[in-house]
């Protein structure tokens, strides 16, 4: 029997599917730039079932691409081209709220519950899971667990690592480990589910968790700020830290370029100021008591700053509407850039001293190779994380002779001067098909070594998403 027949065999009718047009949103990467083959897609619905999935493939040696809402940004959720094809096994019907702890502040979750679905799982409570991105109306917390997703709280709230209490996982031999632990202070050896957090699905498929709930804000302050330079961001900052402490919640910055790819492509969006200025930031404050004090610290850090010559113009937010419309354009950028154009989208996080050094010559390095290229910035710049992205109209680039090397070229540019600087090729999307010789390039050869043990460790067959996350072996360095 074929492993397709195999897999029919033991799930429900509609869990299985094959065919080039059923299998197309399975097979393409959220920006439709790649396609891989699989051989099927399988929709289980409970672990037991994902437990059998995983048994069958691992007796057939297929490989097993876990897939949550399949918004990775380097193609890591969807099959390699070419062979056999694996089984991506999508996660989709696996998400149940199991339960609410509300005195633990502690939700379990099934692993293909969206994002979204969470937080209102968690507000219907009065309280807040953090973690909040752009795709969070897809994505799944099964794929933010296995990516460490990053996002807009992280300045406060930390990556999704931090909110992370417990998990349960398939392994590749089948086994179920069950981790889902409440608890905040556990010291009985290692921690394992650190292992999985960030793995790519390449050591287990997640398939619950247990996440850390805070209490959810009752005041919120939003600002949009139009500022100089990312160095007088990066002052303004530091006394909004100063000033607010926990308080302060997240603080973005865009160029004026992404600025414009938002509000000339996605509709419904208006410019909180005027959209010329060279960067702009949207700062956030919210906290458990009234909303007064924080829009006065607000009035006053901003206006201060204007005094100095560090804001050009700003406006505080005058409702809670208008808060979401600030908000819908920093949320709005992926979809602003995809219509744009093409990106050559990078993931680099620096220390934040150093990113006015990063984006300066990261932009030189970026012209050298691509000198019509318009440089995109948006940055989570209270975590250094910058998205440098070099873009190109579509006509332009369907003019490259090799395209994928040119971005290739960009982007290792990009990366080279964010290692100099002592930062990260990858701060927060992950590695994927797309970064793996990077990894190769810029990590100690050690922790490569200490990778690859503890892969083979768990996953001796390389069955669990061969190809992303680890370069080979032998590859060159
Ligand atoms: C518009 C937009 C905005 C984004 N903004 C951000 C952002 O601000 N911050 C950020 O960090 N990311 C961002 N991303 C990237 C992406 O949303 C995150 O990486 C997200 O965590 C992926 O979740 P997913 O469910 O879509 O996972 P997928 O894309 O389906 O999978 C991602 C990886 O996780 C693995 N995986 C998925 N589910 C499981 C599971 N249950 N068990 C084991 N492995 C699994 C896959 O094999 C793959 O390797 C953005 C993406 C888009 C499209």
Redesign the pocket.
């Known amino acids: 029997m074929s492993i397709v027949e195999v897999l029919q065999a033991l799930l429900p009718a509609g869990a299985v599917l094959t065919g080039s047009e059923a299998l197309q949103a399975y097979e393409m990467d ?1 920006r439709g730039r790649y396609r891989g083959h699989a051989a099927c897609a399988v929709l289980p619905a409970t672990t037991a079932e994902v437990a059998a999935v995983v048994q069958a493939c691992r007796q057939h040696g297929v490989p097993v ?9 380097c193609e ?2 969807v099959p390699r081209a070419g062979g056999p094809g694996s089984v991506v096994v999508n ?1 989709q019907r696996l998400r149940r709220v199991r339960s609410v702890d509300v005195a633990n502040h502690s939700i379990e979750v099934e ?2 519950c969206v994002l979204a679905a969470v937080q209102q799982a968690a507000a219907q409570h009065g309280l807040l899971y953090p973690v909040s ?3 969070e109306g ?15 709280g992280v300045l406060r709230w930390g990556n ?1 690592r931090e909110n992370v209490l417990g998990l349960e ?1 398939v392994l590749p031999d089948g086994r179920v480990w069950d981790g889902l632990y409440r608890l905040r202070k556990n010291n009985t050896g290692l921690d394992l589910k650190h292992l ?1 957090i960030g ?4 050591l ?4 619950a968790a247990v996440l850390r709930l805070h209490p959810l804000p009752t005041a919120q302050a939003v600002a949009w700020f139009a500022t100089p330079s990312p160095s007088a961001a990066i002052e303004l900052l530091g006394r909004f830290q100063q000033r607010c402490g926990g308080v302060l919640a997240a603080y973005e910055m865009m160029n004026d370029i992404e600025l414009g790819h938002v509000l000339d492509h996605v509709p419904g969006h208006r410019a909180p100021v005027d959209r010329t200025h060279p960067w702009h930031v949207l700062v956030e404050l919210s906290d458990s008591g009234p909303e007064a004090p924080l829009v006065d610290a607000l009035e006053e850090l901003l206006s201060a700053a204007g005094e100095r010559g560090d804001v050009l113009d700003a406006v505080i937010a005058a409702s809670g509407a208008q808060r979401a419309a600030f908000w819908a354009i920093r ?1 709005g ?3 602003g850039n995809k219509a744009a154009g093409m990106g050559i989208n990078t993931d680099c996080a620096v220390p934040v001293s150093a990113v006015p050094a990063f984006i300066e010559r990261a932009t030189q390095a970026a012209l050298a190779i691509e000198p019509e290229a318009r440089i995109v910035i948006v940055a ?1 710049l209270g975590d250094g994380n910058v998205h440098f992205i070099p873009m190109v109209s579509r006509e332009r680039w369907q003019g490259y002779a090799d395209a994928d090397a040119l971005s290739h070229r960009v982007k290792h540019a990009v990366n080279e001067v964010s290692h100099a600087l002592g930062g990260t090729f990858s701060a ?3 590695i ?1 098909q797309v970064l793996t010789e990077e990894m190769h390039l810029f990590k100690p050869a050690v922790e490569l070594e200490l990778m690859r043990a503890v892969k083979s460790a768990i996953d001796p067959q390389d069955l669990f ?1 061969p190809g ?2 680890l370069p080979a072996p032998t590859a060159p360095r």
């Not at 897809?138 to 807009?152: D, F, L, R, V």
């Not at 793995?199 to 390449?202: A, N, Q, W």
């Not at 287990?204 to 398939?207: D, H, K």
């Open positions: 959220w691409v876990a897939q949550g809402g399949n918004t990775s940004l890591g959720a996660l692993a293909g991105l752009g795709a897809s994505c799944q917390i099964g794929g933010n667990i296995a990516t460490n997703a990053g996002g807009t999704t996982v999985f793995s790519e699905g390449t287990g498929i997640v398939t949320h950028v992926s979809d989570h927060e999307h992950g994927g998403n992303r996350l």
